[in-house]
């Protein structure tokens, strides 16, 4: 048990994730800040979903490796868990709607 929650502690830990977990959707969630300028009603809205996605892409990696938990394929399996999600995340970002689309108070580049 303490091997698991050792490597679980690894991969909760920021500083030990692939960079690009942690990197890409920080770049995508500071250019869409940036683009919101002075509206600090969807600042703050931006920021709420940005949390709550950061607790899914985590809560699906943990659960993804459970499966494997204590075993020597347990932080590949996170890993992958977590970039899996995260790129679907970035893809899907907000920093990447197109000119015209409604369902986003983000403006187009």
Not at 80 to 98: C, Y
């Amino acid at each position: 048990m303490e091997a698991e929650a050792a490597k679980r502690a690894i991969w909760h830990n920021a500083s030990t994730r692939p960079a690009s977990v942690e990197y890409a959707p920080a770049r995508a969630y500071g250019d869409a800040i940036n683009r919101l300028g002075d509206n600090a009603e969807a600042r703050k809205l931006l920021q709420d979903v940005q949390g709550a996605g950061i607790a899914v892409r985590d809560g699906e990696g943990a659960f993804s490796s459970s499966g494997v938990g204590g075993g020597s394929a347990y932080p590949m399996i996170q890993a992958t868990g977590l970039k899996h999600v995260t790129d679907r995340r970035v893809a899907a970002s907000i920093s990447n709607a197109r000119r015209g689309d409604l369902s986003c108070p983000v403006p187009a580049k």
